[in-house]
């Protein structure tokens, strides 16, 4: 049974940087395919840094680029978010997630494990 927990998130000032830590448990970060998601109020939950720990394969959101970065930690099985440069916008509850196939996706219906979710708060 998988199990993720994410923590670290808060409120922050614009220009601000928060760091993301998703721990998981029954599962190991070598293979899949696993990232981070976030919802606001009244939008629909998209994909903020995806990655294929075996192929590589990295996905940022256009929004995020050269903003954020994803990363993990094999040895204490944790996935992170590091994210500079805050802005308002990226307020919104975040959400690290697991896509059981291999094969690699971006849509959160594609992903079968979910945290419970961080809210991270940007101040302007």
């Known amino acids: 049974q998988v199990q993720l927990a994410e923590s670290g998130g808060g409120l922050v000032q614009a220009g601000g940087s928060l760091r993301l830590s998703c721990a998981a448990s029954?599962?190991?970060?070598?293979?899949?395919?696993m990232g981070w998601f976030r919802q606001a109020p009244g939008e629909e939950r998209e994909p903020v840094a995806l990655?294929?720990?075996?192929?590589?394969?990295?996905y940022y959101a256009d929004s995020v680029k050269g903003r954020f970065t994803i990363s993990k930690d094999s040895a204490k099985n944790t996935m992170y978010l590091q994210m500079n440069s805050l802005k308002p916008e990226d307020t919104a509850v975040y959400y690290c997630?697991?896509?059981?196939?291999?094969?690699?996706?971006?849509?959160?219906?594609?992903?079968?494990?979910w945290g419970q979710g961080t809210q991270v708060t940007v101040s302007s």
């Open positions: 997630a697991v896509r059981s196939s291999p094969i690699f996706a971006t849509s959160a219906r594609e992903f079968d494990y």
């Open positions: 990655k294929s720990w075996s192929s590589g394969l990295t």
């Open positions: 029954g599962h190991s970060f070598s293979s899949n395919v």
